[in-house]
């Protein structure tokens, strides 16, 4: 995406925001939803599928070890230049007895069924982070569409 066409949508606002039930077969529709805004944006294909594992993971990540709501977030952003889409989840923080890993760790207990996903995310994303808030937590990443 050049910074052209980026630049003919607002950027840095939550172009879209998606509540997410907590269950894990929200996901799907979740992900069908996400790619139809991506569909809108004109994304390339491969920038799209890798939005839509990054959107997976983090949802994944907030249902499997974190207290609901989860809300999803979606915009466009410039990073360095070059356009993007920002995925941000946002949850009430760690469940019960949890602790925030940091992104890439990869930590699990068991790695051949758990704990990949973040080190995807960092894998897929040109930035991503954690934030913690005063009502949960926010995890992030900015996946480059040009």
Known sequence: ?????????PLGEAEQ????????????????????VLGGWN???????DVLLVVSELL?????????????????VLVDGIGAVHVEVTDRGPAAGGRIP???T???????????GLGIVNALSARCGVRVLPGGTCRWAEVLAG
């Open 60 to 76: 994944t990540n907030a249902l499997v070890h974190a207290l609901p709501p989860a809300t999803l977030g979606l915009w466009r």
């Open 43 to 49: 994304l390339p294909a491969d920038v799209a599928d």
């Open 102 to 104: 940091a992104p890439g």
């Open 106 to 116: 990869g930590d699990a207990i068991d790695p051949d069924e758990h704990g990949r």
């Open 17 to 36: 925001v998606f509540p997410l039930p907590p269950a894990p077969e929200a996901i799907p529709t979740v992900r069908r939803r996400v790619r139809r």
């Open 1 to 9: 995406m050049s910074v052209a066409q980026l630049a003919a949508a």
